[in-house]
């Protein structure tokens, strides 16, 4: 039985919705580490559009500093190989 495309994009609109009413910066990247979606919070506080960042891998998003300083990369890659949650942390620039 296939899913109903308004419910589909009620769903979408939902989820949207929730993702964007959360205070903290999410980000959702997929395993060739590019942006795949970047909720309200993240963009304001980046000072960044969805075009400057969806699609775009991380470097091009954060500064060397900061992913040198979290190990982002290895801890977004290690949590694909794994399957095993990581502790987020703050981070301020």
Do not use: C, W
């Not at 205070?23 to 960044?48: C, H, M, T, Y």
């Not at 794994?82 to 981070?91: L, V």
Request: overall charge negative; hydrophobic content about 35%.
């Amino acid at each position: 039985m296939s899913a109903n495309p308004e419910d589909a994009q009620r769903n979408e609109r939902l989820y949207e919705t929730l993702l964007n009413a959360i205070p903290s910066s999410v980000l959702l990247v997929g395993r060739d580490l590019r942006i795949a979606l970047a909720n309200r919070n993240f963009l304001e506080k980046s000072r960044r559009t969805e075009e400057e960042t969806l699609d775009r891998r991380l470097p091009e998003v954060f500064p060397p500093a900061i992913l040198d300083h979290t190990k982002i990369v290895r801890r977004i890659e290690s949590v694909f190989d794994t399957h095993q949650a990581t502790a987020g942390e703050k981070i301020t620039y």
